[in-house]
């Protein structure tokens, strides 16, 4: 069985911007091709979604919509956010990198 994926801002970033970035667009055609669920996470989609925003760049806001409908959204609450914290915390103490070393590009 497949471990899910969650995409950091890093590689959906790059992702909404698929022309300059084909390593890492064929790097999530890869997953979904191999039956990896691949989520959002709805603090990725704000921190990508302000800089485009603020750039005024409405193409890739486009495509960041579409990858929110497209794969399953993770919404925020307290509860998910303790989880995340413990999960990071774990994968740190048990030697994962947890780094931006990780960004497939």
């Not at 994968?91 to 990780?102: F, I, L, N, P, Q």
Request: hydrophobic share 45%; aromatic share 6%; no cysteine.
């Amino acid at each position: 069985m497949n471990e899910p994926v969650v995409l950091d801002s890093g590689p959906v970033g790059r992702l909404v911007h698929p022309r300059l970035n084909t390593k890492v667009s064929a790097w999530l055609d890869g997953l979904l091709a191999a039956g990896v669920t691949v989520y959002l996470a709805e603090i990725v989609d704000y921190e990508v979604r302000r800089g485009l925003l603020a750039a005024n760049m409405a193409r890739s806001l486009q495509r960041l919509d579409q990858f929110k409908a497209a794969l399953p959204f993770l919404p925020i609450n307290s509860e998910v956010m303790l989880e995340a914290a413990e999960l990071w915390a774990n994968a740190r103490r048990g030697g994962y990198s947890v780094a931006e070393s990780e960004d497939p590009t």
